[in-house]
C-alpha cells in the first residue's frame, strides 16, 4: 500500500480533517467521458496550471452536472435515466443528469457529439462556426443543453455511452465531486479539436503509454484517471472495452500517514 503522495499543503489538511478539526467539503455530481478510438486510443486534456482543481492533469473530458441538465425537455434515445439511475445506484434524476453532462461536456470539451437525428443515427461533424457559437454557448450557459438540441433536431444517444467506474474526490479535498465514468467509441466521421477553455494541451494517447509516462514524470495523473487508463491498457481493442462487464461500485481513496508521509491510497 504505497498510494500517492501528498503535497505538504493537502498533506496539513488531510491531518485536520482525519482529527476532526475541519469539515469534509460536500460532493458535487459529474460525470466523465473516456472517448476511445482505434489502438485503443484514449482522449486526454491538460488541465491548465491556473485551475482551482487538479491543475496540470491530464484528464478526460467532463465536469459538474449543471441543474438544466435533469431536464424532462432533453430528448433522450437509448437506455432511459431509470436503467441508468439502476446502474449507477442513482435516483432518476441524478442518472437524467449524468448522463446529458456526460454528452454536453464532452461536446463542450472535445467538440465531440454523442447525439443524432433519430435513435439510429448520430451526427457526422461538428465543425464550423454555427457550431463553434453553440459550443461557446453552452460553456458561458446561455445557451441550454435542451434548447440546443432542440434547435437542430437532435436527439442525446444515451445507447453511445457504457459505464465504466464511480469516483468520490476524497474527502481531505477542498472541491470535491462525485463523479461517474462513462466510455464512448468517436462516432464516425467526427473528429475531436483542441477547444480551449480549461485545457492547455490535448493528445491521443494508447493507455498503457499514457500510464508509462506518468511512471518517468513525464505527465501527471490523478488517481481514478491513472487506475481507468491501467485498467483500459488490458483491452486489445475497442470492442472488446465495450464487450467488457463493469460493475460500478464507488471508489473514494482515502489519506493514510506511512512512515511519516501522508499518502493517498485507493485500498
Excluded at 486526454?44 to 441538465?69: E, I, Q, W
Excluded at 459550443?135 to 435542451?146: G, P, V
Aim: proline share 7%.
Amino acid at each position: 500500500m504505497t498510494g500517492f503522495p501528498l503535497a505538504a499543503e493537502l498533506a496539513a489538511r488531510a491531518r485536520d480533517v482525519i482529527a476532526g478539526r475541519v469539515e469534509p467539503a460536500p460532493t458535487r455530481d459529474a460525470a466523465t467521458v473516456v472517448i476511445l478510438r482505434d489502438g485503443p486510443e484514449v482522449y486526454l486534456l491538460r488541465r491548465k496550471a491556473t485551475m482551482a482543481f487538479a491543475a496540470g492533469a491530464y484528464v478526460f473530458p467532463g465536469g459538474s452536472v449543471d441543474v438544466r441538465d435533469t431536464d424532462h425537455d432533453v430528448a433522450w434515445a437509448g437506455p432511459s435515466p431509470a436503467e441508468w439511475g439502476a446502474v449507477f445506484h442513482a435516483s432518476e434524476q441524478v442518472a437524467r443528469g449524468l448522463v446529458c453532462a456526460a454528452v454536453r461536456e464532452t461536446f463542450e470539451e472535445s467538440g465531440v457529439l454523442l447525439a443524432g437525428p433519430g435513435p439510429d443515427s448520430v451526427v457526422s461533424d461538428t465543425t464550423g462556426d454555427d457550431w463553434e457559437a453553440d459550443r461557446l454557448a453552452l460553456i458561458d450557459r446561455s445557451l441550454a443543453f435542451a434548447d440546443f438540441l432542440a434547435g437542430r433536431g437532435l436527439v442525446l444517444r444515451s445507447d453511445l455511452l457504457k459505464p465504466w467506474a464511480h469516483w468520490i474526490t476524497p474527502e481531505i479535498e477542498p472541491r470535491r465531486f462525485d463523479t461517474r465514468f462513462f466510455v464512448a467509441v468517436l462516432p464516425e466521421g467526427q473528429r475531436t479539436r483542441d477547444v480551449g477553455g480549461e485545457a492547455d494541451q490535448v493528445a491521443w494517447r494508447r493507455p498503457a503509454e499514457a500510464v508509462e509516462l506518468a511512471h518517468q514524470g513525464e505527465i501527471f495523473l490523478l488517481p481514478p484517471t491513472y487506475r481507468t487508463l491501467t485498467e483500459l491498457s488490458a483491452y486489445g481493442g475497442v470492442a472488446d472495452v465495450l464487450a467488457a462487464h463493469r460493475e460500478i461500485v464507488p471508489i473514494m481513496p482515502r489519506a493514510v500517514e506511512i512512515e511519516g508521509e501522508m499518502r493517498l491510497v485507493t485500498t
